[in-house]
Each structure stands twice: as C-alpha cells, then as structure tokens.
C-alpha cells in the first residue's frame, strides 16, 4: 500500500460524540450558520450592489470552511469523508473550501497506538509481537474509518496494516440515521427531486466499507482486471493476517497524486499521470463495469515509470451490462451533439420527469452535462472549470421547477463522484486527456474488436501501457 507520511506530531484523535442527538445537533447548527450566511450576504447584496458582496461572500467562504472542517474533526465518522471529497472539487467549490478541507486528506488525528494494538490482537487473535518484527507505532495514514501503519511481517515482507477505529460502526450507523433526516428534510425544501436515492445508495455501500474482507476481495478483482497493465498497480492482500476490522496488505511507498513537485523529482510528468488515470477509470467503467469509487488523492500515488497505484477499494461499484451500454451510448450522443439521441438514452439511464416526455429529457441531459461536456471538447481541455458547474445548477433548476424529476438512476451516485473527483485532478494535474473522449475512445476500440472478432490469445496477455493508449 502507498502512503506519503504525513506530520501527526502529538496530535491526538479526540472522543468523537457517540449520542445522536448530540451529533445532529453539532452538525445542524453549523450547516445552518453555513447556509443562512450565505443567504444572508445575497439579501443585502441586492441593495449594496456586487462590489459590497463580494468581499463578504469570501469572507464567508473561510470562515464556513473553517467550521466545517472543525466540525469534521470533532465528529469524525461521515463527514469526514464528506470534507475530503468537498477537498478534492477545485472546479466546483471556492478555493478557500479547497485549501482547508483537503487537509482531511491528511490532518485527521489518528487513534491511540494503544488502541489499535487492542483491535489488531482482538481481530487477528494473537500478539502483536507473534505476526511482526517490526510495527511502526505512529500512522502513515489517518481517515475517516480507519487508519494504516507500517509493519515488517516475520517472513520479512514490509506491510500496510489497516485497522477500523473501535467504536466507529456505531459513528456511522447514527451518520446515516442523521443524514436520512437531513436528506428528507431537503425533500421537503426542494420538491423539484427526490434525494432518497442518496440516502438508499449510501446506506447500501459505507457499511461495506467497514468489511476489510469485502475490501480486500475488491482489491483482487481489480488487480486481475489491470494484470496485463504495466501502469496501473494494486497492493497484494496478505490474507493470513487480515480480517473484517484489519487488513494486511503489500505497502508501496509512493508520490501523493496532488504532488506535483514530488512527482516532477521522480521524473514523472503529472499530466502523464492524469491520461493513465483517466484511461484507468474509463476501463474500469466502460469495459470491465467494475469500479473503485473513492479515487480522491489520498487513495491514489504515484511511481516511477510512470505509475499508478490505487488503494483503499472500500467503495466499488458495479454496474449492470445494460446500465454501461446506456451510459457509453449517452457519452457518444454528447461528442456527436446529438440531442433527440442524448435525450432517448438520458431517459433509459433510468431518469424520469413529471412530464415524461421526449424534450425535457433533452432539455436535462443537456443542462446536466451535455454543455458542459461540449465546452471541454471545444476548449481541449481535460477538465471542466466551475463556472461550467455552476451555469449547469442554475440551468437544471429552472427546468426542475415545472417538470419535477420523479426517479434517478442510483447508480450515478458513484459514477457521478467519480467524474467529479476525476475533473478535480484533471484542473490540478493540468491534464491533457479529455475524460470523456476517453470514454467514447475506449468503446470505439472495443467495438471494433468484437466486429472483428478478435479474441484473447490464451495463456498470460501482453503486457500494456494505458500512458500509450
């Protein structure tokens, strides 16, 4: 497993509120502090005019990020995860929101090692001394739900140890009550969709996250399906010594993702890395339908070569044979400005309206990504800047106000984070790969080969380079 070590110093993870109308109500005031601030500034701002806005819109910008991040820390658990996702969207968020919460990447205090050494010899049955020659008692890598140290196994392999922080399903299960409240609420604010699908796809897949056995067999598929890959590595899982609570796996000692300057050292060019990254999640998605949907920066390093390591597969997706036809065929409406078509396969996603008709799915799918989707093709660009995302919002909802959207596809709760992560690390990594020409390039070749009725050669594949994709 890769990790870059971050400075914990005495740092000490504090006791997290583990009653959940404590939690609701920390978490509550300052998301309303949050957003009544905000629209407070856009109420005076009427009468003052933009240039007394301004200021105080960035302003508060920081201070909301502060809290948040604040409040991040002292609950722990979700939203946590919620402000390294947040971290990661520089084409979507305010750079103050960027600057403060990617700190989560690598700031969250970690647990005591007394602690951990609790879980690892209650979870593995033994002493610690009986597995490892060597076990690092500071954390290369501290999260939301676990946290990763560095081991010498007695057979001399060097290791990542993961291990749950105790008392952390409990955490989450009150995070998913709350936020089901949260969510209803929205319901009720915003009649113009319906968030349950949020709600039902989260309480789906973060318990699954707290399964280092579901993890680890995560981490297998995707190694087999990257095996003629030079490029793209996965940490082998050391079965032996891991459980539910602690996985124990290869460690690799890798460059940061959002490193530029580290990377750069080891004479790897970060755009380089964003077109193997790109590519990756493109096959993952449009050839093998099964996905690591977490790829924010602290779950993604970097090699010599060039190289990229992917960990921590706690969330994966997997897409069903008819959902990933729709999905490449709707990307190829978009590059070939088709509407009527774009329309057509918006609806077969699993998108439906009040109306049900054939131009407000044109009229969606367009102002949800077709523009968007057209500017980056046009500008070249590999990512999307956030005036894009915000002209999008505005565009959707005025069409949500009089044709109500009545289902949406789950399944774009993962794929969309991870065209959203994957758009971040494009403007940060200033990429050169368009990640939806990707897509549609990678469906093309796989056509043609079926026409053409190639086959895979038995025994071991050639290797390959996604760089030279």
Known sequence: MAHSSPAYGARRRSSAPRNRLRRFVSVGQMLARVFLGYKQISYREKRKGAAWGAP??????????????????????????????????????????????????????????????????????????????????????????????????????????????????????????????????LNKLDRSMDYRFVAEEMRKHIPLELDFINEGHNAERIAADFVDVDDVVVPEIYWEHSSRRVLTMEYIDGVKITDADGMRALGVDPADIAKILVFAFAEMIVKHGFFHADPHPGNLMVLPGPKLVLIDFGQ???????????????????????????????????????????????????????????????????????????????????????????????????????????????????????????????????????EHGELVAPGAPASRRLLEA
Request: proline share 3%; aromatic share 8%.
């Open 56 to 185: 105080r819109r960035e302003q508060h910008h920081w201070w909301s990020a502060r809290k948040f991040y604040e409040t991040a820390i002292r609950n722990q658990g979700l939203l946590i995860k919620t402000g390294q996702f947040l971290g990661t969207r520089p084409d979507v968020v305010p750079d103050a929101y960027v600057e403060v919460l990617s700190k989560l990447q690598d700031e969250v205090p970690p647990e005591s090692f007394e602690n951990i050494k609790r879980v690892i010899e209650h979870e593995l049955g033994c002493p610690l001394t009986d597995i490892f020659t060597e076990f690092d008692e500071q954390p290369v890598a501290a999260a939301s739900l676990a946290q990763v140290h560095r081991a010498v196994l007695k057979d001399g392999r060097v290791a990542a140890v993961k291990v749950q922080y105790p008392g952390i399903e409990h955490i989450v299960d009150i995070d998913l009550a709350n936020m089901s409240f949260f969510i209803g609420l």
């Open 316 to 450: 994966a997706k997997e897409l069903g044979d008819e959902f990933q036809q729709v999905l490449v065929r709707f990307t190829r409406t978009i590059l070939l400005n088709d509407n009527a078509a774009m329309g057509v396969a918006f609806r077969e996603l699993g998108f439906r309206t009040k109306r049900d008709d054939a131009a407000g799915y044109e009229q969606l799918g367009d102002a949800y990504v077709g523009r968007i989707a057209r500017e980056m093709h046009e500008s070249g660009a590999g990512w999307a800047e956030g005036a894009a995302f915000e002209q999008s919002y505005d565009d959707i909802s005025k069409i949500l106000r009089t044709n109500q959207l009545t289902a949406v596809p789950p399944e774009l709760l993962l794929v969309g984070r991870v065209f959203g992560l994957l758009n971040g690390l494009s403007k940060t990594l200033q990429a050169k790969t368009n990640m939806l020409v990707a897509f549609a390039q990678l469906a093309d070749q796989m056509e043609a080969a079926k």
